[in-house]
């Protein structure tokens, strides 16, 4: 029946859709790479700033009291503002503008008007609060009076950062249900140039460093939010908030939303456990574990949140015209162009950890023995790169189904069992057995989703499937051949930054053009190609 379907539609909508299987996957690959190269930009931005955040702060007292105070605001972000709201509000906008866009603005209005003042009472009820959810954040903090008040403080003043961002997370929901990706990729950029801004202008004038940057924060946040009202106008949306509790796309965007938190929030709650955790231990774990997880978050935000934003509209489409055979090619698409990608990212940050780290952030109060700890964080995360890709598009999967209780399932079950692991590992590895146990959860989180969605739609992985992988396993041997004859003929120099930004920028270049030699080799697209107009 859907295959029927599908081949009807195709009929009605002319030539261009009669080849979706061609131009299908070049324009999901477009997509993937738009919003990739824009998080590219934002990435680069967000090197710069840590650089920066790496040389004011250094990996003691200081900065593990910014790094605690700035997660809290981007935990509560990530967990019920930016993927969340996403998954939650797409289906059901999408649903609403089939009955005309003055429905479809009439309960964004609805949603702005409850989103609005849920964002004030939770930011003022955690600024009076901030005691009791730091005590929860950081307990390690407690017993040292001079890194507690210095996290209390940071955090007071970087905490409604939280609703200038959530406010600015539903935007880019709407403006990706109307296929608009750049404003939402381009976004975080604006807060790297404030906290470079801070770093660099505030910060050598202020008595204590750590402040001027709290005030980039939410400089960064009021300009990305700035930025999100023309890009609303252009697609026919100016925001007036009301307050219209009983609007019904409000409740069933509401009974999304919940099981979603913990979904979409795996890998950050994992994180959160990890940084919790890291409190107890020496100064400076939480810094390691930051630094590192900062470096991981490159791939993972470039490839596989990339390819999940794209999947999400496309997969939706697929599913409510019941084109299942198109949705799971798709699927396969995602995930076999992430294994291209995602493979030799992982195997190059475990060979280069050490010399990334240095040549990044070694410098000013930040130390060798500062850079070693943190390459081997750095390794310990990228054992689960793949996974944390993998999940991203298999939870997407779920969600285009309007399915959020599967991944919340899957998602508690992946935090329960990081939570064991950290308790296990960080004894005797510390820092080290907090990453790698997020790692691991991650992996029994993919394994779960994979066993799902093959119960519902067959196998998900098919020989083909195998095969790519196989390849792109192989293509990575001449890659790691390269990289190792290179530290043979010329070691990573220490001391000099110039000569060490040369040895990694050979080290990832000739990596990367030999990957990419073999994949041309293997017949396979790993950039997206854009279809010339006739």
């Known amino acids: 029946m859907g295959e029927k379907k599908s081949n009807t539609g195709a009929a009605a909508k002319g030539p261009e859709n009669a080849s979706q299987g061609t131009s299908g996957s070049g324009r999901l690959l477009r997509t993937a790479g738009t919003v990739g190269s824009w998080t590219m930009l934002s ?104 890194r507690w008040q210095q996290t209390l403080s940071l955090a007071r003043w970087m905490f409604p950062y939280m609703a200038m961002i959530s406010l600015c997370a539903m935007s880019w929901a709407v403006l990706n249900t109307y296929r608009r990706f750049a404003v939402a990729a ?16 505030l910060a050598p004038s202020m008595e204590n460093p750590a402040v001027a940057l709290a005030i980039g924060v939410l400089l960064g946040g009021a300009l990305q939010l700035g930025i999100q009202f023309p890009a609303l106008k252009r697609i026919g949306w100016t925001p007036r908030p009301l307050w219209r509790i009983a609007h019904p796309a409000l409740k069933r965007t509401l009974s999304l939303f919940g099981p979603a938190v913990v979904g979409v929030a795996a890998v ?42 794209a999947l999400l509209p496309a997969l939706s489409e697929h599913f409510a015209r019941a084109q299942h055979d198109e949705a799971l090619r798709d699927l396969r698409l995602g995930l076999g162009w992430l294994t291209w990608i995602t493979l030799p990212s992982m195997l190059g940050l475990l060979w280069l950890a050490e010399p990334i780290i240095s040549t990044l952030f070694e410098q000013g109060k930040f130390t060798h023995l500062d850079s070693i700890h943190t390459a081997h964080a750095l390794q310990a995360y990228a054992i689960g790169l793949i996974a944390f890709a993998w999940a991203r598009v298999l939870s997407t999967a779920c969600y285009a189904e309007k399915d959020s209780k599967t ?83 010329w070691g990573f120099p220490s001391g000099n930054k110039l000569l060490q930004c040369g040895w990694l920028a050979v080290s990832v270049i000739g990596g990367l053009s030999t990957f990419m030699l073999c994949a041309q080799l293997f017949g396979e697209s790993l950039i997206p190609r854009r279809r010339v107009k006739k």
């Open 186 to 201: 381009a976004s975080p950029a604006l807060l790297n140039i404030a906290l470079i801004f801070a770093a660099v202008v």
């Open 268 to 309: 950050q709650i994992n994180i959160l456990v990890g940084t919790i955790l890291a409190t107890l231990l020496p100064v400076g774990a939480v810094s390691y574990l930051y630094y590192s997880d900062r470096i991981v978050q490159l791939p993972l935000a470039l490839f596989g949140i990339a390819m999940g934003t």
């Open 43 to 146: 990435r680069v931005l967000g090197f710069v700033r840590d650089i920066l955040l790496a040389r004011v702060l250094g990996a003691g007292m200081l900065a593990d009291a910014f790094f605690v105070a700035f997660k809290l605001p981007n935990f509560f972000r990530r967990m019920f503002a930016e993927g969340t709201l996403t998954v939650a509000l797409v289906p059901v906008l999408a649903e609403e503008r089939q009955h005309g866009e003055e429905a479809a603005h009439d309960f964004l209005n609805a949603l702005a008007g409850l989103l609005l003042a849920a964002l004030l009472v939770f930011t003022a009820l955690g600024m009076i609060g901030m005691p009791l959810l730091l005590y929860i954040f950081a307990p390690g903090f407690h017993d040292e009076p001079d």
């Open 407 to 489: 991944p919340m399932r899957y998602a508690a079950i992946s935090v329960a069992v990081n939570i064991v692991l950290a308790a296990m590992l960080m004894w005797p590895f510390g820092f080290i057995g907090l990453a790698l146990a997020t790692s691991l959860a991650a992996l029994v989180n993919v394994t779960l989703l994979l066993l799902h969605l093959r119960r519902r739609h067959g196998r998900i992985l098919d020989a083909d499937s195998f095969k790519r992988m196989l390849r792109a396993a192989i293509a990575c041997v001449p890659m790691l051949a390269f990289l190792f004859g290179l530290d043979a003929l």
